[in-house]
C-alpha cells in the first residue's frame, strides 16, 4: 500500500463547462456606436447595389420582351420550307446581337438614372460647431465608472462627435495569443470540500465535492520579460517546463469521490488513468494506517491540485 500512501494525495479536478457543443460565435475586438453630425452617410457598397439591382431588372425587362417577340416570330414561320434552317441560323445568330445591344443599353440607362437620383438626394454635411471629439469606453467590470470618456481635438472634415466603444479583452487576449504575444498563466486554489446538493425533506443526500477556483494572468512575451523563460523550471524540470509537462506521473489520483490509478497503452502509445475504486471504499482499508489516511484528507482539502483538467 506505500503507493497508495504516496500518490493518493494528489488531487484531480475537473472543471466542467455546460452539457451540449455551444455555437460557434466570432467575437469583435471592438464594437462601436458612433452619432454622427447629420444623418449617417450612405456607404459606397449601398451606393453599388443600389445601381446594380436597378441595372440587372431594366435588362431582365428588355430581355423578357425580346424572347415574347421572338416566340410570335417563330409560331409563324414556315417550318416546311427547304431554305427555312439556314434563315433561322441567320436570324438567331442577328437576334442575340440585337438582344445583347438592347439589354447593354438599357442597364446603363437604369445606373445613370439612379445615379442621378442619388446625387439629389446627397445633401452637403455642414461642419458641426463641436470642436472636439468624445469616445466613451465601455468596462463592464468596473461597476463604478462603466464608461471611461476620453476626447481629443476635432479633425479636419470629420464628420462625428461622438463614438461609444465596448472593447472586448478576451477576443483582443486569444488574438495576442494566437499571435504568440503572449502566454496565460493559471493558479488552482484548492477551497475543499462544499456541499452542492441540499437535502431536500430527507430524500436528497447532501453531495459534497472538491470546489477548485482558477486564477488567470496574461503576460507579455517580450525581451522585458525574457519571453516568460524560467532558469528555475529549465533546470529543475525534466521537461524543461513544468507547465508544459503533458505526461501524467505514475500513481494514483482522486477527486474527491473515486481513486484512479494511472494506465499506459502500448499499442497506442498514451497514458491515462481508470477508475479503480471510491474514496469511501479507500478509507475504509484496514490495511491503510490512520495516520497515512489523516494526512491524505488534510491535503486534499487544503494543498493545490497537481492535475487539472478544463474544457470538459
Known amino acids: 500500500m506505500n503507493r497508495f500512501s504516496l500518490s493518493l494525495c494528489v488531487l484531480m479536478m475537473v ?6 457543443a455551444p455555437s460557434m460565435r466570432f467575437a469583435s475586438p471592438l464594437q462601436a456606436l458612433t452619432i454622427w ?3 449617417e452617410p450612405t456607404s459606397p457598397r449601398d451606393k453599388y447595389l443600389q445601381k446594380f439591382k436597378a441595372g440587372l431588372e431594366a435588362e431582365s425587362k428588355v430581355r423578357e420582351e425580346l424572347q ?14 427547304p431554305e427555312w434552317a439556314q434563315k433561322a441560323s441567320r436570324y438567331e445568330r442577328a437576334r442575340k446581337a440585337r438582344e445583347e445591344r438592347l439589354a ?9 438614372k439612379v445615379e442621378a437620383e442619388q446625387k439629389k438626394l446627397e445633401v452637403a454635411v455642414e461642419p458641426s460647431s463641436n470642436s ?17 470618456w476620453y476626447a481629443r481635438k476635432k479633425p479636419t472634415n470629420a464628420n462625428w462627435s461622438l463614438r461609444l ?3 472586448n479583452k478576451d477576443a483582443i487576449v486569444k488574438d495576442l495569443f494566437n499571435r504568440r504575444k503572449v502566454d496565460v498563466f493559471s493558479k488552482y486554489k484548492n477551497e475543499g470540500f462544499k456541499t452542492t446538493v441540499a437535502a431536500v425533506e430527507g430524500k436528497s443526500p447532501e453531495k ?3 470546489q477548485i477556483r482558477a ?5 507579455e512575451k517580450s525581451w522585458r520579460t525574457l519571453w516568460n523563460f524560467s532558469p528555475k523550471h529549465f533546470f529543475t524540470d525534466s521537461s524543461g517546463m513544468y507547465w508544459r509537462e503533458r505526461r501524467l506521473r505514475p500513481g494514483s489520483y482522486t477527486d474527491g469521490t473515486n481513486v484512479f490509478e494511472t494506465t499506459y497503452r502500448y499499442k497506442d502509445g498514451r497514458n491515462g488513468i481508470r477508475k479503480s475504486r471510491t474514496l469511501a471504499q479507500f478509507m475504509r482499508d484496514a490495511s491503510v494506517d490512520k495516520a497515512t489516511k489523516k494526512k491524505i484528507m488534510k491535503k486534499i482539502q487544503k494543498d493545490h491540485p497537481d492535475i487539472v483538467l478544463e474544457g470538459v
Open 37 to 39: 453630425d447629420n444623418s
Open 208 to 210: 459534497k465535492e472538491i
Open 68 to 81: 415574347k417577340k421572338h416566340d410570335a416570330f417563330l409560331s409563324k414561320q414556315d417550318t416546311k420550307s
Open 15 to 20: 472543471l466542467h463547462q455546460s452539457a451540449g
Open 215 to 219: 486564477q488567470y494572468e496574461v503576460r
Open 132 to 148: 472636439f471629439q468624445f469616445v466613451g469606453v465601455v468596462n463592464k467590470e468596473n461597476s463604478e465608472k462603466a464608461i471611461s
Open 165 to 167: 466603444v465596448h472593447v
Open 104 to 112: 447593354e443599353k438599357a442597364y446603363d440607362e437604369a445606373v445613370k
